[in-house]
């Protein structure tokens, strides 16, 4: 019986691997995504359940950190006010490029059961969402599932062209 066996490493060469420099700095972002740890109510303590033990968000390489300059990810996780939409702005814009943003909850989302003067009603009114979390609260797996969809879409992008459009606030 006869082997047919290619052995690339016997004349010399290294095995060939093709691929785009897309995919690969693609890859490499979508498996290091680094959350801002920010908690605005309820919606928080879901957020931070993602990232203990049972829910283990350091197997996706996702680490929660304190600062916007070190984060890529932001979790708007709470109602927003319009007292604090400007810190929101504020944090948003201290974050370097690419960045996505994540809506936690019904009060991130629409404003929630507070439909009054001081909350805003979307996260979205202020700065770019991508993707929403319906709930109230959200369980840790919805944001896990998020994660990976944010995983998937950071994928199929392209590190030549803008990730989105730009949005003059």
Not at 37 to 49: N, Q, R, S, V, W
Not at 122 to 147: F, H, K, N, S, W
Not at 156 to 163: N, W
């Amino acid at each position: 019986m006869a082997q047919h066996k290619v052995n690339y490493l016997q004349d010399g060469g290294a095995p060939i691997a093709l691929t785009t420099v897309d995919k690969i700095v693609n890859f490499g972002r979508s498996n290091s995504l680094w959350p801002l740890t920010y908690g605005l109510a309820c919606c928080a303590i879901e957020m931070m359940a993602s990232g203990a033990s049972r829910y283990d968000f350091d197997r996706f390489g996702t680490i929660f950190r304190a600062s916007p300059r070190q984060a890529d990810v932001l979790v708007i996780a709470g109602t927003l006010t319009k007292k604090h939409a400007e810190f929101l702005k504020r944090l948003y814009d201290q974050m370097p490029e690419p960045k996505w943003v994540i809506s936690m909850g019904s009060c991130a989302n629409t404003g929630g059961m507070f439909n009054t003067y001081a909350t805003v009603q979307g996260a979205d009114r202020v700065i770019p969402v991508d993707i929403y979390l319906p709930g109230c609260a959200p369980r840790p797996e919805t944001l896990q599932y998020a994660v990976m969809l944010l995983q998937k879409k950071i994928r199929r992008g392209s590190i030549f062209k803008s990730q989105k459009p730009k949005r003059l606030v």
